[in-house]
Nanobody, 110 residues
Framework: QVRLEESGGGLVQAGGSLRLACTVS??????PDWYRQAPGKQREWVAT??????YYSGSVQGRFTISFDSAKNTVYLQMNDLKFDDTAVYYC???????WGQGTQVTVSS
């Protein structure tokens, strides 16, 4: 059983920044991906970090940065220039969807 725990969400004004963290209960394995789910919408992929590089959805490209601290088994999502449409519950996921965190709420006020 792998546990993922997100933190760092909150309320921020448009244009502001937040850094989310997702701590994994194991060492090794793939770096967890970030997803989000806005009210009334389907869950969507946000960012992935692999040995080949970092990949982002078009809606966050240039504003969000994913990184990983192997010493802490923690993946981060630095979110800058936040927009109202970034409001969502943010989740981390690993092992092809087998394991998900409980999510952390990000609310951006316009």
């Amino acid at each position: 059983q792998v546990r993922l725990e997100e933190s760092g969400g909150g309320l921020v004004q448009a244009g502001g920044s937040l850094r989310l963290a997702c701590t994994v209960s194991r060492s090794g394995g793939n770096v967890p991906d970030w997803y989000r789910q806005a009210p009334g919408k389907q869950r969507e992929w946000v960012a992935t970090l692999t040995s080949a590089g970092a990949y982002y959805s078009g809606s966050v490209q240039g504003r969000f940065t994913i990184s990983f601290d192997s010493a802490k088994n923690t993946v981060y999502l630095q979110m800058n220039d936040l927009k109202f449409d970034d409001t969502a519950v943010y989740y981390c996921m690993t092992d092809n969807g087998m394991y998900w965190g409980q999510g952390t709420q990000v609310t951006v006020s316009s």
